[in-house]
């Protein structure tokens, strides 16, 4: 069973009037883990030292934050070319917003800006509540999907695009694990993207396969009509 962890919560269902007004009034908070989804593009100017000198101050920050429960990183190597220019993928994991927020202001965290910033020419951050039951394995490769709707895209419109996008794995074989969310960052770099799929691959094959395929293909006739922008960009999953 596919498990998805919205980032706005779900209010409990009960028979009570009385009951259900004070539900919702203290929502239940979500659950999983907080995906913290990072991608870098360069300047022109940064050397490919410049470059791993970033890597490198990134992949050392969960053995200095120990909020940081999963990293996973790579370089874009997505077919599609809807990269815009990002070329450095990397997806931190939290168990809840309090590690985030232990995070975003420590100490180790700000010497990796100071690393960056000299060599960046632009940052994605995108946050979303994930699913830990998915599928782990060894050699992902994880194809990252952002979707920026119309602004006069209907709500219904909106969900009938989550909704087809969630039914995938059980048209697509090739698809080995998948989880999707809408942002919840507080760090407004988001640039008008909301929502984020991930899907993962055992093998290029397997993104070969699902490109063109007829349930793919039928998605994108659901998506054409609500969407404005999309960005994408897959990359080969390592951890430190």
């Given at each position: 069973m596919?498990?998805l962890?919205?980032?706005t919560?779900?209010?409990a269902?009960?028979?009570?009037?009385?009951?259900?007004?004070?539900?919702?009034s203290?929502?239940?908070?979500?659950?999983?883990?907080l995906?913290?989804?990072?991608?870098l593009?360069?300047k022109?100017?940064?050397?490919?030292?410049?470059?791993?000198?970033?890597?490198?101050a990134?992949?050392?920050?969960p053995?200095?934050?120990?909020?940081?429960?999963?990293l996973?990183?790579?370089?874009?190597?997505s077919?599609?070319g809807l990269?815009?220019?990002?070329?450095?993928?990397?997806?931190?994991?939290?168990?809840?917003?309090?590690g985030?927020?232990?995070?975003?202001p420590?100490?180790a965290?700000?010497e990796f800006?100071?690393?960056?910033?000299?060599?960046?020419e632009?940052a994605?951050?995108v946050?979303?509540w994930?699913?830990?039951?998915?599928?782990?394995?060894?050699?992902?490769?994880?194809?990252?999907?952002?979707f920026?709707?119309?602004?006069?895209?209907?709500?219904e419109?909106?969900?009938q695009?989550?909704?087809a996008?969630?039914?995938?794995?059980g048209?697509?074989?090739?698809i080995k694990?998948?989880?999707?969310g809408?942002n919840?960052?507080p760090?407004?770099?988001n640039?008008?993207f909301?929502?984020?799929?991930?899907?993962?691959f055992?093998?290029e094959?397997?993104?070969?396969e699902?490109?063109p395929?007829?349930a793919?293909?039928?998605f994108v006739?659901?998506?054409?009509?609500?969407?404005?922008?999309?960005?994408?960009?897959?990359?080969?999953?390592?951890?430190?």
């Open positions: 596919i498990r962890f919205l980032p919560v779900c209010l269902i009960v028979m009570s009037a009385t009951v259900r007004a004070e539900n919702e203290s929502p239940v908070k979500p659950t999983g883990l995906r913290h989804a990072v991608f593009d360069f022109d100017s940064a050397s490919e030292a410049d470059v791993q000198s970033v890597v490198d990134f992949v050392a920050l053995s200095k934050i120990d909020s940081i429960v999963d996973q990183y790579g370089v874009n190597n077919p599609e990269d815009d220019g990002y070329t450095h993928c990397f997806l931190l994991s939290f168990k809840d917003e309090a985030r927020a232990k995070y975003l420590h100490p965290h700000k800006g100071n690393v960056l910033r000299p060599h960046m632009n994605f951050v946050d979303y994930g699913d830990p039951e998915q599928p782990k394995l060894d050699q992902p490769l994880l194809h990252a999907v952002f920026e709707f119309k602004a006069d895209a209907p709500k419109g909106v969900q695009v989550e909704n996008f969630a039914a995938l794995p048209k697509i074989d090739t694990a998948f989880e999707w809408t919840v960052s760090e407004k770099l640039q008008g909301t929502h984020c799929f991930l899907v993962t055992d093998s094959q397997g993104r070969k699902y490109l395929h007829p793919h293909q039928a006739t659901v998506l054409k009509p609500v969407l404005s922008k999309v960005r994408v960009l897959d990359f080969w999953a390592k951890s430190p």
